[in-house]
């Protein structure tokens, strides 16, 4: 009996030997864990603390030089390219900043890159110039539409003027004729006059009619007045 006990003590012993050593490796990592932990947390929150946002500046239409050192100051780093003909920037006095990301207004963290488009201020200057002989172009040609404008208007009214002129004067034209229509027709209805002998010193009227009166006041008066 004793000599198959021997095997079976062996076997425990290591059995047991195997566990303890099992049990101290998981010992073992659950510390270094529970260590490990709060580094970890410890890390993040120094990040979170560390890190700090600053409201982004209103830098377009500054000289690239001045938004530079405004924006340098608050820790923004700066990167300008020329966003019209991709010219080299040398002298940063010459150039204007057009375009900036991110925008006046916005939150960016310390140390961020703030991109800036430019423009070479002579190609600022050449812009303006168009820009502005564009407009005086504009105004000119409105101009010169108003005052053809008011010139067709004019030449419509004065159109219109003279045909009113025109349709009066025949009008009036008009009715001169019919009333001597009127009159020949009035006239050449009424009977003709009786003459008599022009004896003692008779008026005779234009018409041949003999005025009964030897008094030539008012003598004559239908008859086309005194004939001799």
């Known amino acids: 009996m004793k000599a198959s006990t021997v095997p079976a003590v062996g076997r425990l012993k290591k059995t047991l030997a195997l566990a303890v050593l099992a049990g101290l490796m998981l010992t073992g990592c659950g510390g270094k864990q529970a260590a490990t932990?709060?580094?970890?947390?410890?890390?993040?929150?120094?990040?979170?603390?560390?890190?700090?946002?600053?409201?982004?500046?209103?830098?377009?239409?500054?000289?690239?030089?001045?938004?530079?050192?405004?924006?340098?100051?608050?820790?923004?780093?700066?990167?300008?390219?020329?966003?019209?003909?991709?010219?080299?920037?040398?002298?940063?006095?010459?150039?204007q900043v057009v375009t900036q990301d991110p925008a006046n207004g916005a939150q960016a963290e310390k140390g961020s890159t703030v991109h800036l488009g430019v423009k070479n201020?002579?190609?600022?200057?050449?812009?303006?110039?168009?820009?502005?002989?564009?407009?005086?172009?504009?105004?000119?040609?409105?101009?010169?539409?108003?005052?053809?404008?008011?010139?067709?208007?004019?030449?419509?009214?004065?159109?219109?003027?003279?045909?009113?002129?025109?349709d009066k004067a025949a009008a009036d034209q008009a009715a001169a004729a019919k009333a001597a229509a009127d009159q020949a027709a009035q006239k050449a209805a009424q009977p003709p006059a009786a003459t008599v002998p022009n004896t003692g010193g008779a008026i005779i009227c234009s018409d041949g009619y003999v005025w009964p009166s030897a008094t030539r006041q008012g003598a004559c008066s239908r008859h086309g007045g005194i004939a001799k």
Do not use: C, M, R, Y
Request: proline share 2%; hydrophobic share 50%.
């Open 37 to 95: 932990q709060p580094t970890a947390t410890a890390t993040a929150t120094a990040v979170s603390q560390t890190t700090e946002t600053v409201v982004v500046p209103a830098v377009v239409n500054l000289t690239l030089d001045k938004a530079k050192d405004q924006l340098e100051k608050l820790g923004f780093k700066v990167e300008a390219v020329d966003s019209a003909k991709g010219k080299a920037i040398i002298v940063k006095s010459n150039w």
């Open 121 to 166: 201020l002579d190609d600022v200057a050449a812009e303006k110039a168009a820009s502005e002989k564009a407009a005086a172009d504009k105004a000119a040609a409105e101009q010169a539409a108003a005052a053809k404008a008011a010139a067709d208007k004019a030449a419509a009214d004065k159109a219109v003027a003279d045909k009113a002129a025109a």
